[in-house]
């Protein structure tokens, strides 16, 4: 049974530019968090999707973030206009439902994202 | 989210238990208390979760004091592969984010 799969692992991008990192649930998982650690830091959340809906964005900066997680396909979090401060590991987390034992989070790998 | 209490660090020597603290005296009656790890340029995975009774899994036992204010995370016998940041993590029973504070960074010397 694969995990949680996030892709790319290594994103390098300018400033300006723009960031879409990929997140691929656990087979049968609906929910789907992201978190940000900036380097040094801790893991900081950043929004809660199911599919076609967001249920809790309150950890996303105001601007140039959003998030999807569409009927079909991956979880995508999107930066746009990416700034250095950006430059932190993305991870994704998925979740078989949201209450009680079931709401286990499982993590992936973490997209790194570097912007020069 | 309630806050929980951990070392910044500990140290154990491999094939040794090892016992980590967390203080959460604030704890409500619906939170789970949550025990993840996080090893080098990885991210998080999970250990083990319980509500009030001690739990046992493969990978640690979780033991949670009478009152629910403290509990520790105990790993029977430490290997190299264990050295990681421990995180202690309230969660609402319905709720949707994972709080992370500093956690515990566990050293195991060979």
């Known amino acids: 049974n694969a995990g949680v799969m996030q892709n790319p692992r290594h994103l390098v991008r300018r400033r300006g530019q723009e960031a879409r990192l990929r997140c691929s649930p656990m087979k049968g998982h609906s929910h789907v968090y992201w978190y940000r650690q900036l380097p040094e830091e801790g893991l900081k959340f950043m929004v809660y999707l199911q599919k076609e809906n967001i249920i809790d964005e309150s950890g996303m900066p105001k601007e140039r973030f959003s998030a999807e997680f569409p009927k079909e396909g991956p979880s995508i979090l999107r930066i746009q206009q990416v700034v250095r401060g950006d430059s932190a590991a993305y991870f994704c987390?998925?979740?078989?439902?949201?209450?009680?034992?079931?709401?286990?989070?499982?993590f992936g790998p973490g997209t790194r994202l570097t912007v020069l | 989210d309630a806050k929980t209490t951990q070392p910044n660090s500990m140290e154990s020597n491999e094939e040794e238990p090892v016992h980590l603290p967390c203080n959460h005296s604030?704890?409500?009656?619906?939170?789970?208390i949550h025990w993840y790890r996080q090893l080098p340029s990885q991210g998080p995975e999970y250990v083990i979760h319980?509500?009030?009774s001690n739990v046992n899994n493969r990978m640690a036992s979780l033991a949670i004091a009478e009152d629910r204010k403290s509990s520790t995370l105990i790993l029977h016998r430490a290997t190299l592969r264990d050295a990681a940041v421990y995180y202690c993590i309230l969660k609402e029973t319905s709720g949707s984010r994972l709080t992370f504070g500093e956690g515990t960074q566990l050293t195991v010397n060979p």
């Open positions: 319980g509500l009030t």
């Open positions: 604030t704890i409500s009656g619906t939170d789970y």
């Open positions: 987390a998925s979740s078989l439902s949201y209450y009680g034992l079931a709401d286990t989070q499982y």
